[in-house]
């Protein structure tokens, strides 16, 4: 009997230091990013960058962005941003990069059959190569685009102007971005500045599926005391219990190999961590600061290597968390003008993470350790 038992501790000692070791070489195998400061290349004819809102990489490696190059609204920060611009400075909405940073092709704007936003927001290049592109203009844009590679019209979900809440399952409200799970062809929406969702959709037809809100309950209209602002966000209480509901705007829906999805509840400064059919997992928090504005996460990645061990996370600085239990492994770009206002991101197969901001900027970070295949 008691050798029985000095085999059993001896295992459970065994056990514990084999997973204490794995999780020190989980940590030491985790990479920061450093600024790639010659990418993107000037772009040509004398184009300049709007606001960037959204980016993606396709199976190809290429990156792609969206921007906002309409008529900002008066007393903006848009309007600030692109006050020194001409018209002939504006780029497409649409632009695809090689590796090396040169301009593939630029497309995108109003066109026939289709409901171009007025603020593009989000972007998604599927494993069918179709580009996606959504909107967030308030009281505007409430729809999602397909398009081939080369910009042509294929697929619309929603409508401009017909903003559904919490409980419509054919409307969407100024959707935030999108990820195609490509085990399923489902299509998973953050619904995103207007209501407050995640929404999937079969990618080829456009039909609704199932939808869910915070720890996997129904999704749920704003507060009654919902502030007015751009985001129509609820107050946020940085002392507070976790919040029952996702605040506005959910930023991403990114679905991971292992089917897990990740969801950015941005305002309320936390990711939601669900299985695919919605049902609540975790969550992982991040500090909010003394006055709630601090740790809004407004993008996420999945580290490229097999088992996606790795998410980063992106807002004030681009944050490497451990996926299995969201630890904090690194930090990077945290320095003054190292990013502004870091607004969609996208990572490519070799660990290289492009951010888009705000501030008319789209950049490239490489990792100081590269993915294990």
């Known amino acids: 009997m008691k050798a029985r038992l000095g085999w059993k501790l001896v295992a459970m000692l065994w056990l514990l230091a084999y997973a204490g070791a794995a999780g020190a070489a989980g940590a030491a195998d985790a990479p920061s990013f450093t600024l790639a400061p010659s990418w ?27 921007q906002f190059v309409g008529t900002p609204a008066k007393g903006s920060l848009a309007e600030k941003l692109m006050a020194d611009m001409t018209p002939d400075m504006k780029a497409p909405p649409i632009i695809e990069f090689d590796q090396a940073g040169n301009v593939l092709r630029a497309w ?44 042509r019209f294929v697929l619309q979900i929603g409508r401009t102007r017909e903003s559904g809440g919490a409980a419509s399952t054919d409307k969407l409200d100024r959707p935030a971005n999108f990820t195609i799970d490509p085990k399923t062809n489902e299509l998973y929406v953050a ?23 915070a720890y996997g309950k129904p999704p749920a209209d704003p507060r009654p005391d919902a502030l007015d602002n751009y985001y129509h966000s609820d107050p946020v209480d940085p002392k507070g219990p976790p919040p029952e509901r996702f605040n506005s705007p ?17 305002t309320n400064a936390r990711v939601q961590v669900f299985r695919t059919d919605g049902t609540f997992v975790r969550e992982f928090p ?66 290289n993470l492009y951010t888009g901001e705000v501030m008319k900027r789209v950049q490239k970070w490489v990792p100081t350790s590269r993915p294990r295949r």
């Not at 407004?298 to 969201?326: F, H, M, N």
């Open 40 to 66: 993107p290349k000037p772009l040509p004819h004398k184009w300049a960058l709007g606001p960037i809102g959204g980016v993606a990489v396709d199976r190809r490696g290429h990156i792609w962005i969206s």
């Open 108 to 151: 995108g704007g109003p066109g026939k059959g289709y409901d171009w936003p007025r603020g593009p927001h989000g972007l998604f290049v599927d494993h069918k190569g179709f580009v996606w592109i959504g909107g967030t203009w308030p009281n505007e844009d409430a729809e999602i685009l397909k398009f081939t590679q080369d910009g």
């Open 250 to 266: 959910v930023h991403c829906a990114v679905v991971a190999k292992d089917g897990l999805v990740y969801v950015c509840d941005r």
């Open 191 to 213: 619904d995103g500045y207007g209501n407050r969702r995640v929404m999937v959709f079969d990618a080829d037809t456009g039909n609704f599926k199932r939808m869910w809100g």
């Open 286 to 351: 991040f500090d909010r600061g003394p006055d709630g504005t601090k740790g809004q996460i407004t993008d996420v990645a999945l580290w490229p290597d097999a088992k996606q061990t790795y998410l980063i996370a992106g807002g004030d600085e681009i944050l490497v968390l451990r996926r299995s239990d969201g630890q904090l492994l690194s930090r990077s770009a945290g320095g003054p003008g190292e990013l502004q206002y870091l607004h969609l991101m996208a990572m490519d197969p070799e660990g």
